[in-house]
């Protein structure tokens, strides 16, 4: 087991540019291992790369939301692509791993489909709605260096940095 530590906003890790995977090798099994285990250490919904610090263009969706059973593995996402999102929005707030107690309103398609490899090296395609599909794009985002602070204010943006700088204070008190 390989939890990793999260890398936390404004870390520039997170702006990082990724790099698409050319073959399923041990280095893309091992990354996906090691999401896998900081994913669910974290109770986390989904993980991308970029938040354990490897620019690899890779995310994790929890089984169950990616519509798996319970004990079945995590949904790898490699090299995705979204294909469609539908006109009908929702808006819906939204918390993330690189923002440790921070939520914000994120206003975002309603349903979406996406294209991408599986750690087996198959490629599949994947409709979700509501969860599912704020999930998938809110994942896909990390991927392009898009985050939870570029969907607000400038004011709010500050609160956010103030908040996340007191926490990473309180850490390193420990
Ligand atoms: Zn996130």
Not at 34 to 58: C, F, H, R, V, W
Not at 146 to 170: E, S
Request: charged letters at 30%.
């Amino acid at each position: 087991m390989a939890v990793r530590e999260i890398v936390v906003w404004p870390d520039a890790r997170l702006r990082l540019e990724t790099v698409a995977v050319s073959q399923i090798d041990d280095r893309v099994r091992q990354l996906y291992e090691d999401l896998k285990d900081s994913m669910y250490a974290e109770n986390g919904l989904g993980i991308a790369a970029l938040q354990i610090g490897d620019p690899t263009k890779m995310f994790l969706i929890e089984p169950r939301l990616a519509g798996r059973g319970e004990n079945d593995p995590p949904l790898a996402c490699i090299n995705p692509e979204i294909l469609w999102t539908s006109e009908e929005t929702q808006e819906s707030e939204e918390g993330c791993l690189s923002f440790p107690d921070v939520f914000v309103q994120v206003e975002r398609p309603l349903k979406a489909r996406l294209r991408a490899m599986d750690i087996d090296g198959s490629i599949y395609e994947l409709e979700g709605e509501g969860l599912l599909a704020r999930c998938m794009l809110h994942e896909n985002d990390h991927l392009t260096g898009k985050l939870l602070v570029d969907f607000v204010g400038p004011l709010k943006r500050q609160m956010i940095k103030r908040k996340l700088q007191k926490h990473a204070t309180r850490d390193a008190d420990l």
